[in-house]
């Protein structure tokens, strides 16, 4: 069977720089010779394109680059080029076909094969884990920067146990606050304790079907004036009902006198950190994809576009 090449595309998502591999972890690869780097694909990180090539790989202009059988982009599914792509060709990055259901709809007749970082697990443990720490860490800097308060003054409650919660928690502590931590089924005794905290943190995906909310609006006379929600689920009438994904020049806003923080890309704040971390797992992956062999954690991050 003939080795398929890999594209590795710049998303154009707003303050989306992370990249899904880096030079360092080329290395030990195999099939460097089939992988094809769009023009300034390293330049955030100082990395000129020559370093790429110097390797092995190619570096091309975004064009070409999306002529490959298989493209590599972490948000991509949300990126701009989805109506370029053709039958046969393989997406690999986050595509989370819920929330992005309008974009990839077209998409599912194409013979397009999807498949997900967000459906990729280890040894029960998420491969990107890393990636999903550093977003609760990096929501938590970010909101205190913009709440203008240091964590030490305040009393902050978790919503979750995952590791995007333990990334908040991780750097809620080390920066002082005080923590209590509750989980998913804790909701009742949450909303009857909400009082007590200056910030609320959730870190849970919410149920689309469910109705009902962690925190709805009512739920928010109950909390001292000018607190902080910082959701970083960030869905739209998700766990927090007065929450909605924004962007990052819109990302404090107030709800009846309870300042909310939402951004649904928070890892990208950090984008060096993030794409050191997703680098290093996609490395992991890259001769199995170019080469087609069955991989079980490939496999099972495969996107059923019948079902989706």
Not at 190 to 213: C, G, T
Request: proline share 3%.
């Amino acid at each position: 069977m003939s080795k398929r090449t890999m594209g590795f595309v710049i998303g154009h998502k707003s303050n989306e720089k992370r990249r899904a591999l880096l030079p360092a972890d080329i290395k030990g690869i195999k099939n460097k010779q089939q992988l094809v780097f769009e023009t300034g694909y390293g330049k955030h990180f100082g990395i000129e394109d020559g370093t790429y090539e110097q390797l092995g790989c190619r570096v091309a202009q975004r064009d070409e680059v999306l002529k490959q059988a298989i493209i590599c982009d972490p948000k991509i599914g949300e990126a701009d080029y989805l109506d370029a792509l053709k039958a046969g060709q393989v997406m690999f990055g986050w595509i989370h076909t819920s929330s992005n259901q309008g974009k990839l709809e077209p998409l599912y007749g194409w013979d397009i094969e999807m498949i997900a970082w967000e459906r990729m697990y280890q040894d029960n443990r998420h491969c990107f884990w890393e990636n999903n720490r550093l977003a609760g860490e990096a929501a938590v800097m970010h909101a205190y920067l913009l709440y203008g308060k240091l964590p030490e003054e305040t009393k902050a409650a978790v919503i979750g146990r995952g590791n995007v919660a333990q990334g908040a928690i991780r750097l809620l502590e080390k920066l002082g606050a005080e923590v209590v931590i509750y989980n998913r089924h804790q909701e009742k005794l949450l909303q009857k304790e909400l009082e007590q905290f200056d910030v609320i943190v959730n870190a849970v995906k919410w149920d689309k079907e469910r109705e009902d909310h962690i925190i709805s609006r009512a739920d928010l006379k109950k909390l001292p004036p000018h607190s902080l929600i910082i959701d970083i689920s960030s869905d739209t009438n998700g766990a927090i009902e007065t929450c909605r994904p924004s962007e990052d020049d819109e990302s404090l806003y107030e709800v009846d006198s309870i300042l909310h923080y939402t951004i649904d890309n928070t890892p990208s704040i950090f984008f060096q950190t993030a794409t050191k971390a997703i680098s290093k797992v996609v490395a992991t992956y890259v001769d199995d994809l170019i080469e087609n062999q069955s991989n079980p954690v490939l496999d099972a991050a495969y996107v059923d576009t019948k079902e989706s």
